[in-house]
Structures are given as structure tokens and as C-alpha cells.
């Protein structure tokens, strides 16, 4: 390894290509943490030469800029090709640098200035050593395969009017933006004509850079890995593409690595798999979280996102597999997710996802996954499977019980899961869930969660949205065969409410006669956030008329509540009440709470049905 200050035209002088390795993440800078900070460096670095060029002696101090460290690894010399170097790391400042220039050069050439030229002799090797062959080697820098149609137009020639091929790449923007800076930087008041002479002397004689050259014996993918908390940090996502395109490339499978990047790879690079949602209180990358779901598949234990890239790595390390297969089968992961993802609330494993989804859970993904990557289970096997996860962790939830040991719990589902034969792996997940005895891995059954609906306080007790997860299964339960597609519900639709029928503060809205006992009191209080009591609402009802009398509130509820938990057995008699329906919706008190919610609790026993009967040789603690 060999490191030293060097001035950036010393960097770009040279007829050289700096080319983008593929395990690179794409461009990612943008204008407030990046541009807007570089573009102040250089034209302090413009305004010291300014300074210096119109003193007296016109002679340059030794005073630099520094921008930073570019690491840099020589390729092999290729037949009529120009000298090239991989970027390490530092190849979104290079990047950025050029666009810079490219925008400099425009400008440049629009005001008929000379500098146009020289600020091309940095973004463009000379045409007479190019072969007409190769001609990319027409650029300093080789930008990624998924960003080059945005840098070509970054660093066009001055004169192409030509649309931008995607108007929101960063790329694109960052063009833009640095022509909108120079333009406003040249016309301040009292500018200097020469002012883009002084920007090409700073750019070639002040601004500074660290370049480490790395040696023969240098590993580029460790010192990639060493530099990490450079720049816009990494997502563990790029580490693994960074160790796995090494191991491409190491495994003599070179000639793969660019199709394996646009026809596997690109996709998780996109804006979707790299947003980040919430597990638990922390954010993480959902490409991150895809790939602990595949690894833990692959080792059949849990994988941290926290230590993904080290567990991967040691992984890697000991498998046989070719990389360029395990690129493709993690591509063939994120399709499978993706598809879940669309899963309709109509079938079982939709109805599972979608609870997934509004209540941040996530450790059945692993066995989600590997049960629909594994060749030849059959769509009743699935359904199985799904529902009694879904029924597993509903039933549990209603009945207050710890989530603390999920993760080990699914993680021996899973191994059911990988070991069982396709014909029979849905049953292996609920003869897995079915056989725990221990109160912090029940199943409970179908007594003990009629008990947990039907106690008092669900409202308080329950996860507000695992309860209207429950609320909107039971309401798509209730809609008819017609209503498929038309009318269902999603527990993620964030215009459903959870409402209460009787207010909670009925003391003062829903007062009970001036004589009533305490035991009627208590029976009041005791009502309130019974299931009976809770409908959803299409739209959250006001709380002066949430708390208005039944008769005013009758009418507003069925405006708002144009659901069937309200229109069947709210506004309507449910089955079990034994009453006709003008009597029912004559009032709402106590009597109709108890009777409803033994009717919902019927229903939720229909929809997660209880574990399966399991001998006693099978039970696992």
C-alpha cells in the first residue's frame, strides 16, 4: 500500500480511466450533506487564487484543500486499452467531482470562455490515445452500469440539449445544481472576469486528496470494509454485495459480474428495497432485513441485522456455493417477498402478511419465505401454514402472552420447515407451534381464547394494532362472497378507526340513573372496553359526537361505520342475541355489549382455529 497528498490535477491530468467496481453501491450523494459543502471548498479554494493571482507577485502559497481520501487499486493492463484503476472507496466524491467540472466546462463554453477546454482535459482523456474499439475509455471515470445513462448526461458536451434520461437521479440533479452555483458565482456583483481562470487553478494546484494505492498483497474488499464509516455510511446490504462481487470475480466468474449486477442485483439497489422501515423502535433497510431472513434460512438460526455482514461473511466463508448463485438466489428471495408483499387479505398467507405488516412483526419472515421458495408445496400446505401462524400469534396476543420468545420459537419452526416434505410442510408448522406446553410458547386453546375475548378490559389489554388487525379479519369474515375484491379491509388502511360504541367517558355522556348500585357501576366500567363495545370507523369520529346520546349517535355511527362489525350487529341483531332488530337498536347498554361480544368471540374461533391435537410424544417445551 502506498499513500500520499496529491493535487486533483494530478488525479485527472493523466490519460487514465478510474473505473467503479460493481460491488459498489450506486450514486448517493446529494445536495446538503455533499454538494453544498463541496462546492464551498472550491470556491474558497477559487477565491484564495484569486487573491494570490492579483497580489503583487502573482505567485501561489503552498496552501491546499482538503477533500478527502480516494483508495485505488490498479487493474491488469488490457489489450488497446488505457491504464485503469478500480475505486475502492471514495468514488462518490470522484463522481461528483466530475459532474462539477462537466458543469464548469458548460458554463464555460457558454460565455465563449478559454477555460472551456482545459476543464474538459479533466473529465475526458485525450482522443488520439482512445481506441475506437473501446470507446468508454473516453472517460476518467467509469461510472456503474445502473447510473451511467445519468452520468453520460451529467458529463455531456456543452451544446447537447437533450432531456435527461430520469429527471430525479441524483446524478441529473447534481448537474443542475452545480450549473445553477457557477452561474450565480460568476454574476455576483463586482465578480471578477477572470473568476473561472482562478476556479481551473484552484481545482488543478489547491484542492488536495489522499491517494492510497493499494499493492499486489492488499485485499480491496478488506480495506473496503476498514473504510466503512467514510461518507454516507453503509447499509450492511452494500458490504455483502461488496464481499460477494469480490468472491464473483476471485471465483473466475468475472465475465458473469455485470449481467449479475443488472439482471439480479439492480432491483435491490432501488429506492424500494432500500428504504427503511421500523422493527421494533429501531429503522432499518428493508433490503437489510431481506437478507437476515435469507441467511437465517441458510444457517437455520436467527440473524441480527446488527451482526448480518460479519454472520454472512463467516457463512461465505464455509460454504461451497458460487457466489454468482447465491447472488441469483437472493434476487429469487426478494421476488418471493415481493410477491407476499401482494398477497391479497382473500387468502390465508395475505391475511398473515398484512397483520405482519400493521404490527412490525417479523420472525415468522424466514419461515414465510423458505416455505415459499421450497419447490413443490402444494397452495393448501401454505394456507395451513399461514394460518396457523396467523392463529398462533393472534390467540397469544388476545391472551396477553409474552412475544419474548418468538424468535427462538420460529427459529425451530423453520427447522421444520427445511427438513419436512413438501406434501407435508404446512402441517410441520402447526404440529411445531401446536406442540409447545410452556405458557411462554402456548398455542392457546380454543377455551382459553374464548375466555381472553369475552374477559373484560381487551381494550386496554391488547396491542392496539394486533386488535385492529383482529377487528378488520373479522369484519372481511362477515363480508359476503360478492364483496371479494370489491370491499375488503387491510388492518394497514390508516382511515380505519377502532371506535367505541358506549364512550369511554360514559360517566359524564352516558351517565346511569342517580341511583344506580356500585355493582352496576362496576358493570358499566367493566363494558366499556369489552370487545362488544368496539366497531371500526371509516373515518375517527369527532369526540363530541363519539360521546352523543344512542339516538344521536346511532345515525352518526351508521354514516361512519359503513362496515358489517357495525351494520350486522351493532345497527342489526347479531345471531346470537335473540332479539329482533328494531328492539336491538332501541338502545345499547350492558345486556347488548355481553351479547355481542360473545358473538364476535364465536366468530374470531372460526377464523384462528385452535392448535391441532398433538400426542404426547410430540410435545416440545
Known amino acids: 500500500m502506498d499513500a500520499g497528498d496529491v493535487k486533483l490535477g494530478q488525479v485527472f491530468s493523466n490519460d487514465h480511466v478510474n473505473e467503479i467496481p460493481l460491488f459498489q453501491r450506486p450514486y448517493v450523494w446529494d445536495q446538503t450533506e455533499n454538494w453544498a459543502p463541496l462546492w464551498r471548498d472550491v470556491v474558497a479554494a477559487a477565491r484564495d487564487v484569486e487573491t494570490e493571482s492579483e497580489s503583487g507577485s502573482g505567485v501561489l502559497s503552498d496552501s491546499t484543500y482538503f477533500l ?14 488505457l491504464d485503469a484503476s478500480h475505486i475502492i472507496d471514495g468514488q462518490q466524491r470522484m463522481t461528483t467531482l466530475q459532474v462539477l467540472i462537466a ?16 476543464f474538459k482535459a479533466l473529465t475526458e482523456n485525450s482522443a488520439d490515445v482512445v481506441d475506437e474499439e473501446f470507446p468508454q475509455d473516453k472517460y476518467k471515470v467509469w461510472p456503474l452500469p445502473q447510473d451511467r445513462d445519468s452520468y453520460f448526461w451529467a458529463v455531456r458536451e456543452p451544446g447537447d440539449d437533450s432531456p435527461p434520461p430520469d429527471a430525479d437521479h441524483r446524478l441529473i440533479r447534481a448537474r443542475q445544481w452545480f450549473e445553477e452555483q457557477i452561474t450565480t458565482w460568476l454574476d455576483e456583483p463586482a465578480a471578477s472576469p477572470s473568476r473561472l481562470q482562478y476556479m481551473h487553478g484552484a481545482l488543478v494546484h489547491k484542492v488536495q486528496i489522499v491517494k492510497i494505492t493499494l499493492g499486489s498483497s492488499d485485499h480491496p474488499q478488506v480495506i473496503f470494509e476498514a473504510l466503512n464509516h467514510r461518507g454516507v455510511r453503509l447499509a450492511a446490504a452494500d458490504l455483502v454485495k461488496n ?70 461473511s463467516r457463512w461465505l466463508e464455509g460454504t461451497e456455493e458460487a457466489a454468482a448463485d447465491i447472488i ?5 428471495y426478494a421476488d418471493v417477498y415481493a410477491l407476499l408483499m401482494e398477497e391479497p387479505v382473500t387468502t390465508a398467507t395475505g391475511r398473515l402478511v398484512a397483520t405482519m405488516r400493521a404490527t412490525g412483526t417479523n420472525t415468522p419472515w424466514p419461515v414465510l419465505l423458505a ?24 390467540r397469544r396476543g388476545v391472551a396477553d402472552l409474552t412475544t419474548k420468545d418468538y424468535n427462538r420459537i420460529f427459529v425451530g419452526v423453520l427447522k421444520m420447515v427445511i427438513k419436512a416434505d413438501p406434501s407435508s410442510a404446512g402441517t410441520a408448522v402447526a404440529t411445531s407451534l401446536g ?16 375466555e381472553a375475548l369475552e374477559r373484560p378490559g381487551l381494550y386496554d389489554r391488547m396491542y392496539r394494532a394486533r386488535l385492529r388487525s383482529m377487528l378488520v379479519a373479522i369484519e372481511n369474515h362477515l363480508s359476503s362472497p360478492m364483496d371479494v375484491g370489491g370491499s375488503l379491509r387491510d388492518p394497514n388502511d390508516a382511515n380505519l378507526n377502532i371506535e367505541h360504541v358506549m364512550p369511554q367517558k360514559w360517566a359524564e ?39 352523543k346520546a344512542w339516538a344521536e349517535k346511532r345515525p352518526i355511527l351508521q354514516d361512519k361505520s359503513l362496515v358489517k362489525l357495525t351494520t350486522g350487529s351493532i345497527l342489526a341483531s347479531p345471531d346470537l342475541a335473540k ?5 336491538w337498536r332501541e338502545s345499547w347498554d350492558e345486556a347488548r355489549i355481553t351479547a355481542r361480544t360473545s358473538y364476535l368471540a364465536k366468530l374470531a374461533q372460526e377464523i384462528w382455529p385452535g392448535p391441532p391435537v398433538i400426542s404426547e410424544n410430540a410435545q416440545a417445551e
Open 103 to 118: 458543469a464548469l466546462r458548460a458554463v464555460a463554453a457558454s460565455r465563449n470562455d478559454n477555460t472551456a477546454n482545459k
Open 579 to 583: 332479539m329482533d332488530d328494531d328492539t
Open 243 to 312: 464481499l460477494l462481487f469480490y468472491a464473483v470475480e476471485e471465483q473466475g466468474d468475472g465475465a458473469l459480474a455485470e449481467s449479475l449486477l443488472l439482471n439480479s442485483w439492480l432491483v435491490l439497489d432501488s429506492k424500494e428495497w432500500r428504504r427503511e422501515v421500523t422493527t421494533g423502535r429501531i429503522k432499518r433497510a428493508l433490503v437489510d432485513l431481506l437478507f437476515s431472513y435469507w441467511l437465517s434460512v441458510k444457517i437455520e438460526d436467527e440473524v441480527v441485522v446488527d451482526s448480518l455482514f460479519s454472520e454472512f
Open 435 to 450: 406442540a409447545h406446553t410452556a405458557e411462554s410458547r402456548l398455542w392457546p386453546s380454543n377455551e382459553e381464547f374464548k
Open 371 to 394: 416455505l415459499h421458495s421450497k419447490s413443490g408445496v402444494p397452495l393448501d400446505q401454505l394456507e395451513l401454514a399461514a394460518s396457523s401462524i396467523d392463529s398462533y400469534m393472534m
Open 68 to 81: 478527502g481520501a480516494v483508495v485505488i487499486h490498479q487493474r491488469p493492463m488490457r489489450a488497446k486499452r
Open 509 to 547: 355522556f352516558w351517565p346511569l340513573d342517580p341511583g344506580a348500585t356500585d355493582v352496576e357501576v362496576e358493570h358499566r366500567e367493566s363494558s366499556i372496553h369489552r370487545l362488544g363495545n368496539l366497531t371500526l370507523a371509516t373515518t375517527k369520529l369527532n369526540p363530541s359526537m363519539s360521546n
Open 328 to 332: 441469483r438466489e437472493m434476487r429469487a
